[in-house]
Structure formats: C-alpha cells, structure tokens
C-alpha cells in the first residue's frame, strides 16, 4: 500500500515538475519570438561581425568629432 502511495506522490511530483517547465520553456520562446523582430529590423545594423580598426577609428572621427571618446561610468 505504501509502495503505490510513493509511486502516485512521485508521479505526480513528475506531472507538476514536467508542467512547469513546459509553460517556462513557452514563455521563453514568446520572448525570444517578440525580440527577434527588433533584432532582424533594429540591432542588426548595430553588431558588427567583421571589425576594422582603421574603419573604428575613422566612424569615431566622423561621429565624436575626435579619436579619443571618453564615457562616464556609475
């Protein structure tokens, strides 16, 4: 009798454990559906694969206005 209590508290244990994940695993993939149109329209156009140094150096001159970009940090 006690085995078949465990085996049904276990179960259920599984089913609640195994219903939980499946509603994260929904909502993480709603997020990551609701960013990916922000990232296909907006950031990709701010992430650079292939890098420069001379074309960094010369976006900063013709953005800042100068080489040398100095940023406040908290």
């Known amino acids: 009798m ?6 049904s ?7 609640i454990l195994r219903r939980g ?3 994260q695993i929904a909502d993480y993939t709603k997020r990551f559906d609701s960013i990916k149109g922000m ?4 950031l990709k ?6 890098f420069s140094a001379d074309g960094a150096v010369a976006t900063a001159r013709d953005f800042f206005g100068s080489e040398r970009v100095d940023f406040a940090f908290a």
Do not use: E, H, P, T
Request: proline fraction near 0%; hydrophobic fraction near 25%.
């Open 2 to 7: 006690k085995s078949s209590f465990l085996s």
């Open 9 to 15: 508290q276990f179960k259920r244990s599984g089913d």
């Open 21 to 23: 994940a499946s509603d």
């Open 39 to 42: 990232y296909d329209s907006f």
């Open 45 to 50: 156009n701010l992430v650079r694969r292939d």
